[in-house]
């Protein structure tokens, strides 16, 4: 037997115990918020959109974040950009991305400094803290946000959000969703899609057809009777909050406008 194999066979009971208790963890924490015994904290003055997903890795996300803050620039509507920064090497609780630093990237992480680099002039700030950084931001910017985007924030539920957009992969197998440290999944993937607003089956063009059809059959079932469900693959569709009014609007790509 080869030393892969037998590290496999020691591995797999320990890793199966270790996804069983985090699944069990996360699984209070979210009954905890659900039940408003875990408080969120509200952002004043703002309105508060999530993007974020169930697995850890990339969903395409990032590019979902660039054009919906491009879509408000757009439309006049101000705005900022709070991340965690993935291998970010900054030291404050929370800070500015500076994208003119010649290291910022690896201060800052990769992710954060090409929206601060694209997206000029939104602020884009960094912190482990999402609510707390929010609050930073939100003191330090002369022009306040109307709306804050919360890059991979969905499971950061500490900040209190008006909109959940969950970003669901449409390329990757259901082993993939099993929790973590087993496989990548974050939390409980039918908990995850009925809490989300708005779930974008994204990168579909990359999908098998048979894996793309129970998947579309599988959100069509389980996400809840509120929330709206959307595909992108080379055409993004995206939401906007109406700075005026509590209604949520569809924005086209190709500037048709649909509400609900």
């Not at 959109?49 to 919906?68: E, M, Y």
């Not at 680099?117 to 482990?128: F, H, T, Y």
């Not at 970003?167 to 999944?185: E, N, Q, T």
Request: hydrophobic fraction near 50%; glycine fraction near 4%; charged fraction near 20%.
């Amino acid at each position: 037997m080869s030393s892969f194999l037998i590290l496999k066979t020691i591995l797999s009971p320990i890793l199966i115990l270790a996804a069983l208790l985090y699944a069990g963890i996360m699984l209070l924490r979210n009954f905890l918020y659900d039940l408003n015994i875990f408080k969120a904290i509200e952002i004043e003055n703002t309105k508060v959109i999530s993007i974020g997903n169930i697995t850890a890795g990339g969903t395409g996300k990032t590019p979902i974040t660039a054009f919906l803050v491009q879509a408000l620039m757009d439309h006049k509507i101000s705005c900022g950009i709070i991340s965690r920064g993935y291998k970010a090497n900054y030291k404050e609780a929370s800070c500015q991305v500076m994208p003119e630093l010649n290291d910022a990237a690896q201060i800052f992480g990769d992710e954060p400094t090409w929206l601060a680099k694209s997206l000029k002039p939104v602020p884009v700030w960094v912190g482990k803290d999402k609510s707390r950084t929010a609050q930073a931001m939100m003191a330090a910017t002369e022009i306040k946000p109307v709306v804050i985007i919360a890059d991979d924030a969905f499971q950061h539920r500490r900040l209190k959000r008006d909109l959940d957009i969950l970003v669901i992969d449409a390329s990757v197998s259901w082993f993939d969703y099993l929790p973590l440290p087993l496989s990548r999944g974050r939390e409980d993937f039918l908990l995850g899609v009925r809490r989300a607003d708005i779930i974008i089956l994204n990168k579909t063009n990359l999908a098998q057809e048979h894996r793309l059809k129970k998947m579309r059959s599988s959100l069509a079932v389980l996400k809840s009777k509120q929330s709206f469900l959307v595909e992108a693959s080379t055409q993004l569709i995206i939401i906007l909050i109406y700075p005026l009014s509590k209604a949520f609007y569809l924005l086209h790509w190709q500037t048709k406008i649909f509400f609900w």
